[in-house]
């Protein structure tokens, strides 16, 4: 089992991190030639999603990622990751992936004050520290989407079928249960238990 991490830009090495603790392999995604090697799923991390978005269009990496996706490449998308998954952005034309049934805001919580930390509950995961940097939130979530996280009244974490996609970093804390959870649900995909 391995799981690929975009890493073109922002928070990927934390989460290779994060992964290594957890013993689980990594691959860095960094051009097309990467996607020869095999993975069992990816992470989106945070970053700054317009920069990235263009990085993947330019090195060729958008569409051979957006169909694995989905066909069911089990996906984490972390802040900017969220954005390049969701399917419309309420206050912003681009749309990346637009893989995942939801409306996103960026940077809604303002871009100055956007950053705070707390601690909240994901669904099939538990109480987790939650760092939010210049974060969007989830304004919208389609009918086959499903909320598993909301802090003060605003929906920070959806799963929709292979994606998951949260407002905040997991990665640059010392809880592992995002990715424990993340890794377990490649394990499942990759034996046809998804
Ligand atoms: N504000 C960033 C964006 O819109 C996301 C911030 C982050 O990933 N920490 O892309």
Redesign the pocket.
Known sequence: MRIGVLALQ??FAEHKKALADLNVKTLEIRQKKDLEREFDGLILP?????VMGKLLKELNLFEPLREKIQKGLPVLG????L?LLAEKLSNDNHVYFGTLPVTVK??AYGRQLGSFFTQGEVKGVGKVPMTF????YIEKVGAAAETIAEVDGKIVGVRYRNQIGISF?PEVTDSRKLHRYFADLCEKAKSGNL
């Open positions: 922002g928070a945070g970053g700054e999603s317009t972390t802040c900017a990751g954005i960026r940077n940097i210049r974060a969007p970093h």
